[in-house]
């Protein structure tokens, strides 16, 4: 049985997003065909969590190889969708950190039924756990015609441009180290 949904979405005017395309490109890196998420209807700072959308089509870069005569969308990139709406919100409101917001993991996943283009993948995303300046938990949803096609839980961790998460880690240690030693010397 799945869960309840996040967000009421039915309320939200999909025809006139708070951030539309044009919006997500200012803040996501994401372009191309790696491009999930084409609005935001909804931000909900005091949960922080938020609802946007992907419009499908069948010319989408992976309908003719998956599967030809039958696209669909493969759940990796339903999950990239919910993923980019996560992101979105961590860097628009600076929840995390970081040049961008990078998968740390992701848990639990579910596919309740196939998603065929034409259509709107609608996704969902609310933080189950913050730990800001280190990674940030999300229950993740996607809906189509308001039926729930996959639901779960992911990871998103703050990347730096030109530093790995395991750099930053480092440096982290050997910081708090100097210090612990700095308050050893002073006593």
């Not at 979105?88 to 283009?117: C, E, M, Q, T």
């Not at 750099?167 to 006593?187: F, G, I, L, W, Y």
Request: hydrophobic share 40%.
């Amino acid at each position: 049985m799945p869960p309840p949904s996040l967000y009421d979405f039915s309320e939200y005017d999909f025809d006139n997003p708070l951030y539309g395309l044009d919006e997500v490109l200012e803040v996501n890196p994401q372009r191309f065909e790696m491009l999930q998420l084409h609005g935001v209807v909804h931000v909900d700072q005091e949960n922080h969590g938020g609802v946007g959308f992907v419009d499908l089509s069948p010319d989408d870069f992976w309908c003719r190889g998956h599967f030809p005569g039958y696209a669909l969308m493969p759940g990796v990139l339903q999950c990239e969708a919910a993923a980019q709406l996560a992101g979105f919100y961590a860097r628009k409101f600076k929840v995390l950190g970081g040049d961008f917001v990078g998968f740390g993991g992701i848990n639990n996943v579910r596919f309740r039924r196939p998603v065929r283009p034409p259509c709107r993948l609608i996704v969902c995303v609310k933080v189950t756990d913050l730990r800001p300046g280190k990674r940030a938990s999300f229950d993740i949803q996607g809906f189509v015609n308001g039926a729930m096609v996959f639901n779960g839980e992911m990871i998103g961790v703050p990347i730096e441009r030109g530093q790995t998460h395991a750099e930053k880690a480092a440096e982290e240690r050997a910081a708090r180290r100097r210090e612990r030693r700095e308050v050893a010397n002073a006593s």
